[in-house]
Structures are given as structure tokens and as C-alpha cells.
């Protein structure tokens, strides 16, 4: 089981940053790929950004750019979010992958971005 806590979310101006923060507890060695998803109102979760144990990063095109997905030790994963903009509005979860692939969620953290 592996358990996950996120913070970092809030309201921020369009041009704004916000840094939002995940970190696991539980059976942290099982932990491979650790994944950002967001959900806005009354569209599908989708993935913003995901890292794995390697390092290795991949990013949403609508993101790239802009946020920075960081992993510096097994049981915490960051997403730096610059030039922020309305559209980035969302409950941001964070997601973690097991080397056997079970999966596990935070409870979610909002992000609001103001025009």
C-alpha cells in the first residue's frame, strides 16, 4: 500500500507559479512511475506530467514549457507550474505506479488561476 499526501495548491493570477508537492508513505521501494493528473469541471482527468524511477519525463503539450515535473528522492515528486493561465484551473491529483503496476491517489489539491 502506498499512501499520498499533496499540498501546494491555491489561487493565483494568470502569469503566476505555484508549486505543488506529493509525497508517499507505505511501501515506498514498490513505487516506479509517480504521474501528475488534473481534472477541471466537467472534463476528463488527464495527465499533465509524469516522471519515472529513472528520471525520465514526459509532459502534456499543453504544458510543456511551462511546468516541471521533479522527482529528487523515492517518496516525493514536485510540479512547478509558471506562466499560469485560466485554463490551467483544476483539482491536481498525484499518482503513483508500482513495479507491479497497481496504482494509488492522493486526495487532490485545487489550483485557480484568475484572469
Known amino acids: 500500500q502506498v499512501q499520498l499526501v499533496e499540498s501546494g495548491g491555491g489561487l493565483v493570477q494568470a502569469g503566476g507559479s505555484l508549486r505543488l508537492s506529493c509525497a508517499a508513505s507505505?511501501?515506498?521501494?514498490?513505487?516506479?512511475?509517480m504521474v501528475w493528473y488534473r481534472q477541471a469541471p466537467g472534463k476528463q482527468r488527464e495527465l499533465v506530467a509524469s516522471?519515472?524511477?529513472?528520471?525520465?519525463t514526459n509532459y502534456a503539450d499543453s504544458v510543456k514549457g511551462r511546468f516541471t515535473i521533479s522527482r529528487p528522492n523515492a517518496k516525493n515528486t514536485y510540479l512547478q507550474m509558471n506562466s499560469l493561465q485560466p485554463e490551467d484551473t483544476a483539482v491536481y491529483y498525484c499518482n503513483v505506479v508500482t513495479v507491479s503496476e497497481s496504482r494509488y491517489w492522493g486526495q487532490g489539491t485545487q489550483v485557480t488561476v484568475s484572469s
Open positions: 516522471i519515472t524511477r529513472s528520471g525520465t
Open positions: 507505505g511501501s515506498i521501494s514498490r513505487i516506479n512511475g
